[in-house]
């Protein structure tokens, strides 16, 4: 399975997404956005174009906040994914959201800007960074693999 990963969109429309990332995510089994859409209009967008998992962010809109969770777990090819935005400084970070699942074999996150594609104690930490610099490509299968985008 293909998955488009985005974060940290900070948009206040669908249209502003960048065409590279809009054109991929309509090419992918499953698109997760790991908050800071800051509108809802980006959530609807994405849903155009394929199934959404989302978790919101701090910089999104209280509608937002209402509507989707803090966090989630999915689980795709056996792989079980937890999705959450992030908080606090960037150091630590992956530390700080590997906290908060238990028994997961990807985490994908974002909230530093910063993009991560590591396997650490045998969990892979997946951030795609801010998108209008880069996004992310997991490929699910009997392994999983990560892929950063730079724009």
């Known amino acids: 399975m293909k998955i488009g ?3 940290d969109t900070h948009a206040t429309s669908f249209a ?6 809009v054109h991929t995510l309509a090419d ?3 698109i997760v956005h790991a908050g800071d859409f ?3 209009d980006v959530l609807e967008g994405l849903k155009r174009l394929g199934e959404v998992k989302a978790v919101r962010g701090n910089m999104d809109s209280g509608e937002l906040k209402r509507i989707l969770p803090e966090k989630e777990v999915v689980v795709i090819e056996e792989k079980r994914i937890g ?7 960037p150091d630590g970070i ?3 959201v590997g906290g908060m699942f238990e ?7 974002g909230h530093s800007h910063h993009p991560q594609n590591e396997l650490k104690r045998g969990v892979l930490f997946f951030n795609p960074g801010r998108a209008r610099d880069s996004f992310g490509i997991l490929t699910i299968g ?3 693999r990560g892929e950063i985008i730079n724009l």
């Not at 502003?16 to 990332?21: A, D, N």
């Not at 999705?83 to 400084?89: L, N, S």
């Not at 028994?103 to 996150?109: A, C, F, N, S």
């Open 94 to 96: 992956d530390e700080r």
């Open 103 to 109: 028994d997961v074999d990807i985490i994908i996150y």
């Open 28 to 30: 992918v089994d499953l």
């Open 16 to 21: 502003e997404l960048p065409g590279r990332i």
């Open 5 to 7: 990963v985005i974060s």
């Open 38 to 40: 800051v509108v809802k």
């Open 83 to 89: 999705i959450i935005h992030g908080w606090g400084a």
């Open 142 to 144: 009997k392994e999983a």
